[in-house]
């Protein structure tokens, strides 16, 4: 797997405001996350608002106390993502 990739997996911005992007070391994360409200599992984008880097998570556990979007919230909210061209990282 990519190092990049494997650095930007162990980002968790929802836990910890304070982190940094591996691929600039700039403290600007952002990320969108949606999920099954049932089953606290989705998937995630995550991204830096400065260097435009960022991965998709396909799959993951929402950890608990991190607030996220249902799919239905999501569908009919459809501009809660980035509102450029992120340059996502391949695993
Ligand atoms: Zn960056």
């Known amino acids: 797997m990519n190092e990049l990739f494997k650095s930007w997996l162990k980002v968790q911005p929802w836990s910890n405001s304070e982190c940094e992007c591996p691929s ?9 996350l949606v999920g ?3 089953t606290n ?10 260097c435009k ?5 396909s799959r993951m556990k929402i950890p608990k106390g991190v607030d996220y979007e249902s799919f239905e919230e999501s ?9 450029y061209q992120i340059n996502l990282v391949q695993p």
């Open 53 to 57: 880097d960022g991965i998709h998570i």
């Open 75 to 83: 569908v009919s909210n459809n501009n809660s993502g980035p509102q």
């Open 24 to 32: 600039c070391l700039s403290k600007k994360i952002e990320y969108y």
């Open 36 to 38: 099954d409200k049932n």
């Open 41 to 50: 599992v989705g998937w995630c984008l995550m991204w830096c608002s400065s």
